[in-house]
């Protein structure tokens, strides 16, 4: 069955840095595209970040532009987020999530999320 | 950007009624890129409808969803109590897939 499992959140001094994964089983991983979506706690989700199935197209939401990388190992079917001088409005817990059959579809299958912190 | 707009943003109601909470976008969306989830406390989303109108895999029949252009509607038709949740929109349509704000469903 598919899985997605991040992990690397956790508490972080702003302007640091941190790097997301989320290790996929269950699909063939170089053939879908995948995202980031996060969600402030008690707030909406809001998409983040995708990259298309073989890396060469990524896309960001304005407010992480220059900022999140998103980025994808097809070798090791893992999906990152390398996230740089990090905001106390980029607390949140972070959501990888699959393309559904074909892309612009939605997501099919989603992560249990990892909870990223930032404060002083 | 195409910004959804969902309302209302909490609705309540009773099992066994119906639920219908509305999607607007700012402009234009084709109905092959409008997405529906719905998300329970603590758990990550769930994809209910893809292509405003067509149920994911394993959703019941009790939920549709319609609508065309800037108006799209998610419909439950009998209320159970595990659908009291909050449910969101999403635009596929252009390369960034924003969501909606969410209506939250509450049992009244």
């Known amino acids: 069955q598919v899985q997605l499992v991040e992990s690397g959140g956790g508490v972080v001094q702003p302007g640091r840095s941190l790097r997301l994964s989320c290790a996929a089983s269950g699909f063939t991983f170089s053939t879908y595209g995948m995202h980031w979506v996060r969600q402030a706690p008690g707030k909406g989700l809001e998409w983040m970040a995708g990259?298309?199935?073989?890396?060469?197209?990524?896309y960001y939401v304005d407010s992480v532009k220059g900022r999140f990388t998103i980025s994808r190992d097809n070798s090791k079917n893992t999906l990152y987020l390398q996230m740089n001088s990090l905001r106390v409005e980029d607390t949140a817990v972070y959501y990888c999530a699959k393309d559904s059959v074909g892309s612009n579809f939605g997501f099919d299958y989603w992560g249990q999320g990892t909870l990223v912190t930032v404060s002083s | 950007e195409i910004v959804l707009t969902q309302s209302p943003d909490t609705l309540s109601l009773s099992p066994g009624e119906r639920a219908i909470l509305s999607c607007r976008a700012s402009q234009s969306v084709s109905s092959y890129y409008l997405t529906w989830y719905q998300q329970k406390p603590g758990q990550a989303p769930r994809l209910l409808i893809y292509s405003a109108s067509n149920r994911a895999t394993g959703v019941p029949d009790r939920f549709s969803g319609s609508g065309s252009g800037t108006d799209f509607t998610l419909t439950i038709s009998r209320l159970e109590p595990e659908d009291f949740a909050v449910y969101y929109c999403?635009?596929?349509?252009?390369?960034?897939?924003?969501f909606g704000q969410g209506t939250k469903l509450e049992i009244k």
């Open positions: 990259i298309s199935y073989d890396g060469t197209s990524k």
């Open positions: 999403q635009q596929c349509a252009t390369s960034t897939y924003n």
